[in-house]
């Protein structure tokens, strides 16, 4: 080569595409993005539709123990709970209370009750039930702490099963009927869809760009080769064959 | 300058005054304006980007712009510059490698101040004409007559595997066709001249459908 002098372009970097050569390409792009995002908000939408209106209320039962413990104070809540709750029947009855009129296994996959235990409050649980309208939510919540702690002392008193529980337990927190739940999870659903939408629609636009054959324009031309254009000469019918 | 002997898929690229003609001028003076312009190789990532119709385009462009050039076919391999123009190919660039004779003695005029050199009859071992010192040497001698020089040359691969090619003269214009070239093509043939050391002077953007440009220019 005649001409030595390295050109600023020539000297560029090329492995690396800019923030501002990333946008233009995926600016190029937006229908097939817009479409992505527009399609998973749509599945979302649906999702939440047959998943039907979902509504979460929460109840805090708090345990004390009525001896000394020799154990930390979240074993104590793991066995209380265990002790407590073991079996079918008590889950039947917390049912029965709520007024809930479908099955058992259905009440079941809606409750999660887990044991904790702060240096404050000490050992307890929380019963979440998930339910499809905000109000039977409360209620099956509620109505299966209250028989928690009913149970507690019972079991307390009478010392039955061979008179292992020794505690007391209070209701601290009532579950009260959420507001909106539905139309949160529904929103959070679109958020998702979104954020994927522009992730998958970003990603298909870098790779179906750099493996079309069409070129829009010089710029297009530019971004891509990061190099000058030094002219564009529009098609014309009869071209030659190489 | 007889428009009507030349064949009608060339026509165009010699009509003065259309807008396809303005297109190779504005290329013609952004060519110029670099300062490596004399003898330009003109490739492509692959066959059909039209390097020759831009190569004879921009000829023509020049030569109205009152610029006299020259378009060499050496490309030995697939020849195209005698059949754009539907003329025989006696005699051409591999006549002067084998005689005495200047380049410019084995070409025509095409229009006033254009002048074209076909590959003449290509030899059974073309890689070593294109190889040899000599080509260099006699393309180069168009250059007392002619003020730009265009080589209408192989494939970039070819032209990477050729140390004339691809040093031998000023740099290399580089066609790619906006609707034929693959992007990651262009873009990995953009790559191999410059880390091969070659002048790549520019790119021409070729065959761009009509629309796509008014489209561009919006977006920008």
Redesign the interface.
């Known amino acids: ?5 390295p050109r600023s372009w ?1 000297a560029e970097r ?1 492995d690396d595409l800019s923030l501002y050569e990333t946008a233009y390409l995926l ?2 792009r937006r229908r097939l993005i817009g479409g992505v995002v527009a399609a998973l908000v749509l599945v979302a939408g649906g999702v939440a539709l047959i998943l039907g209106p979902s509504y979460s209320a929460q109840a805090v039962v708090g345990i004390t123990p009525r001896e000394e413990i020799g154990e930390d104070p979240q074993t104590f809540a793991d066995e209380v709970l265990l002790f407590v709750t073991k079996g079918d029947e008590f889950k039947r009855e917390a049912a029965r209370r709520a007024g809930w009129e479908g099955s058992l296994q259905e009440f079941k996959e809606r409750l999660t009750v887990s044991s904790f235990a702060t240096q404050e409050g000490g050992p307890g649980i929380t019963v979440r039930f998930e339910g499809t309208d905000p109000v039977e939510a409360a209620r099956a919540a509620n109505a299966y702490a209250r028989h928690f702690v009913e149970r507690v002392d019972e079991l307390s008193e009478s010392r039955l099963a061979g008179g292992s529980l020794a505690a007391d337990a209070q209701l601290r927190q009532e579950a009260v009927p959420p507001e909106r739940g539905h139309v949160l999870r529904f929103l959070a659903y679109a958020a998702a869809a979104i954020g994927m939408g522009f992730l998958i629609g970003g990603f298909a636009a870098l790779i179906l ?14 971004m ?19 | 300058m007889n428009l009507g002997a030349l064949k ?3 026509r ?1 690229l010699f009509e003065a005054g259309s ?2 003609r303005r ?2 001028e ?2 013609a003076e ?2 110029l304006s ?3 312009s ?1 003898c330009v190789v003109v490739t492509g990532p692959e ?8 190569c004879l ?2 000829g023509a462009a020049l030569a109205s712009m009152g610029r006299r050039a020259a378009v060499v076919d050496c490309n030995l391999a ?1 020849p ?1 510059l005698h ?2 123009l539907g003329e025989p190919n006696f005699v051409g660039l591999t006549s002067a490698l084998a005689g005495e004779k200047p380049l410019e003695h084995y070409g025509h005029e095409a229009v006033p101040g254009l002048l074209v050199v076909p590959t003449g009859p290509v030899p059974a071992d073309p890689d070593s004409q294109i190889e040899s010192q000599r080509f260099v040497e006699v393309v180069s001698g168009l250059r007392e007559s002619r003020e730009v020089v265009l080589l209408d040359a192989p494939v970039a691969a070819g032209v990477l595997d050729s140390a004339a090619l ?2 031998g ?3 290399v ?2 066609v ?1 066709h ?7 093509l ?2 990995e043939t ?2 191999s001249l ?1 880390e091969a ?14 629309g ?2 008014r ?3 919006g ?2």
């Open positions: 080569m005649r001409s030595t002098s020539q090329r600016w190029g760009e750099s493996r079309t054959n069409l070129w829009r324009d010089a710029r297009d031309a530019e891509t080769l990061r190099a000058p254009v030094l002219g564009v000469i529009p098609d014309y019918s009869a071209e030659e064959p190489r | 009608g898929s060339v165009p807008p396809l297109r190779f504005e290329l952004n060519l670099r300062e490596s004399g066959r059909g980007a039209g390097c020759t119709s831009v385009g921009l697939e195209q059949r754009m691809s040093h003269f000023d740099g214009l580089l790619v906006a609707t034929r070239t693959a992007k990651r262009a873009r953009t790559d410059l050391g070659v002048n790549l002077i520019g790119v021409v953007l070729n065959g761009v459908p009509e796509a440009e489209r561009g220019e977006r920008a």
